[in-house]
């Protein structure tokens, strides 16, 4: 419902109670990053991949937070493996993240391909024409 900041301590305690909860930590981490705490994030977040490898969550936030700080080949891991396990159903928002990641990177054309692969994952996207303006930017920067 959005209201990571009073769901924190709920869910730290909830990991203290039952530190093999994979969701516990998965959720943990997936609301310190909604609350920019990536630091934090990214270790709750290992901690539920460890538990739950094929967690979709743990690997799309994980990658989220580690974008965030700077950790782009781990970024870039654990989005791509986002995808890889939820698809397009689930983790069609990797694509959006690799893009950005890419950009930052000055691989324009991969981050272009990634928007691209998000709006054919996601045709009836509300941003679909500025995503679309943004790939003809892509295309064109050396």
């Known amino acids: 419902m959005g209201a990571f900041d009073r769901a924190v301590p709920f869910l730290r ?5 039952n530190p ?22 990214i270790d709750a977040l290992k ?7 094929e967690s979709v ?3 799309l936030y994980l990658g989220i937070a580690e974008l965030q700080v700077g950790k782009m080949n781990e970024a870039e891991v654990h989005l791509q493996r986002a995808y890889q396990l939820g698809g397009a159903r689930r983790a069609a928002v ?8 890419y950009d930052r990177q000055g691989k324009y054309h991969r981050a272009a391909d990634e928007l691209e692969a998000y709006l054919n994952d996601v045709p009836q996207a509300k941003n679909a024409a500025k995503i679309r303006a943004l790939v003809e930017r892509l295309r064109h920067k050396k």
Not at 26 to 39: A, K, R
Not at 47 to 53: A, E, F, I, M, V
């Open 13 to 17: 305690r909830a990991c203290q109670l």
């Open 94 to 101: 990797a694509h959006l993240y690799l893009a950005s990641l």
């Open 47 to 53: 901690h539920g991949k460890s538990l739950d490898p």
């Open 20 to 41: 093999r909860s994979a969701l516990s930590q998965v959720t943990l981490g997936m609301s310190l990053v909604e609350l920019g705490q990536f630091d934090e994030a």
């Open 57 to 59: 969550n743990a690997h």
